[in-house]
């Protein structure tokens, strides 16, 4: 089966620019994470969409970060104004059901903030 | 709140001799654990995990991990490292009912020729 696909894999912006990632999980699973990785850390949950709806939402940024999963499936993730603290890598993950469960990884968009 | 501390941030072995990742998790609930590695410029992969059945799990290319409840520990082991095993290691932590999900902050395993 096909894994979880994102794009692009690397971006490099402007502070105050805005950029989005895109994410396709595994088809079916129902559940769906977006994890920020900065460099030399683990990755940290940003937001978490079960179906269209959102269950954890708690360690976003909501003045400048932005998700959504129309339709259940794809997902989008977007920063605007990106700051320099915002450089990181985006994990996207995917799991049949929900938190407990084996999640799957996408490769990453790695983002960097001039 | 769930946590864990993965106790080494770096760990060097010579290859062919044993592997030793450590792990401690907090949990105010049963939690699952889960060893995943990270490759360089690759998505992170789950190595194995425990889910309150055995607590010696065995996972990909012969890592094996033990829960033990009264040490609150979880460590990854590999009775010999393979060059191949070289890459970053992270414990992850978390309980269904809270839909928390904690990493560590990794250790990055070198193997020496």
């Known amino acids: 089966e096909a894994g979880v696909a994102q794009s692009p894999r690397y971006k490099i912006i402007e502070k105050r620019q805005s950029v989005a990632f895109w994410c396709n999980p595994i088809?079916?699973?129902?559940?769906l994470y977006w994890y920020q990785q900065i460099l030399g850390q683990g990755p940290k949950l940003l937001i978490q969409f079960q179906n269209n709806g959102v269950v954890d939402d708690s360690q976003l940024p909501k003045d400048r970060f932005s998700a959504e999963r129309l339709k259940g499936v794809d997902s989008t993730l977007k920063i605007q104004p990106a700051k320099l603290e915002d450089s990181a890598v985006y994990l996207c993950a995917s799991s049949p059901f929900g938190v407990g469960e084996t999640q799957y990884f996408g490769p990453g968009t790695r983002l960097l903030v001039l | 709140a769930q946590s864990v501390t993965q106790l080494d941030s770096h760990v060097s072995v010579s290859e062919g001799t044993p592997v030793l990742l450590r792990c401690n998790y907090s949990s105010s609930y049963s939690p699952s654990l889960f060893w995943y590695v990270q490759h360089p410029n690759k998505g992170l992969q789950l190595l194995l995990k425990y889910t309150s059945a055995a607590t010696l799990v065995k996972g990909i290319n012969g890592f094996e991990a033990e829960f033990k409840k009264s040490e609150t520990s979880f460590h990854l082991t590999k009775p010999s490292a393979h060059m191949s095993d070289a890459a970053e290691y992270f414990c992850v932590v978390s309980v269904r009912n809270n839909n928390d999900m904690r990493f560590g902050a990794g250790t990055r395993l070198t193997v020496k020729p």
């Open positions: 088809s079916g699973h129902a559940t």
